[in-house]
């Protein structure tokens, strides 16, 4: 079965930094999405890519898949307070129809 | 528009009773999947619901079970609880099939004693 890996498994960082999350997949992926979840909350959708190479950003965040569709990144520029919580890379799950296959999560403490 | 809503949203259980989780999705989606969350496993597909039909399952024993009403409204039920099944239960709904876009609850916590 597919297993995703994520890189690192938290991070602290001060306000204003940049900061990057990896998710690398042991097959092809063919849908990967980002979500971000607040400690012990449900998750929320932040972006989905499907195509190699593609790139999309939505306010102060940047997701990427790799050409080969086998691993993506999350950037996060000049972070915020409100960017902490964690983020999960989730890929469907060819053997399930669109289950997804989630991550482990990658843990993100924001400080001032 | 209300979000998805879960009830419980915290519960504690005794091994060996059953337990019955409730999800109610954004008007008008029709899909709904279940996920289980723990610190060990991370977040691991349970099923999901389509028109009262269960389109897909994920590798959990039979004491997991589900179903899903003509409204959309979706239940999940675990039988004979273990102290494995502590977990955080999340429901998500779509409004249609095929995506991996979801929309999720806030959960239920159960913690089996």
């Known amino acids: 079965s597919q297993e995703l890996e994520q890189s690192p498994q938290s991070l602290i960082v001060q306000e204003g930094k940049n900061l990057t999350i990896n998710c690398t997949s042991s097959k092809t992926l063919y849908g990967l999405y980002w979500y971000k979840q607040k400690y012990g909350e449900g998750l929320i959708f932040l972006m989905m890519l499907q195509k190699g190479g593609e790139e999309k950003s939505h306010e102060k965040i940047t997701a990427k898949l790799d050409e080969k569709k086998q691993q993506s990144s999350l950037h996060i520029t000049a972070s915020q307070p409100s960017h902490a919580g964690i983020y999960l890379c989730g890929a469907e799950n060819s053997n399930s129809g669109y289950a997804l296959n989630f991550g482990k999560g990658t843990s993100l403490l924001v400080t001032p | 528009k209300a979000g998805v809503t879960q009830t419980p949203r915290y519960l504690i259980k005794t091994r060996g009773q059953q337990v019955t989780l409730s999800c109610s999705p954004i008007s008008g989606h029709r899909s709904v999947s279940w996920y289980q969350q723990t610190p060990g496993q991370g977040l691991q597909f349970l099923f999901e619901y389509f028109s009262e039909t269960q389109r897909n399952k994920g590798n959990f024993p039979g004491r997991f079970s589900g179903r899903q009403f003509s409204n959309s409204r979706s239940e999940m039920n675990v039988s004979t609880l273990e102290l494995g099944d502590s977990a955080l239960y999340l429901c998500?709904?779509?409004?249609?099939?095929?995506?991996?876009?979801?929309?999720f609850g806030e959960g239920s916590r159960l913690t089996v004693l």
């Open positions: 998500a709904s779509s409004p249609q099939v095929n995506t991996g876009e979801l929309f």
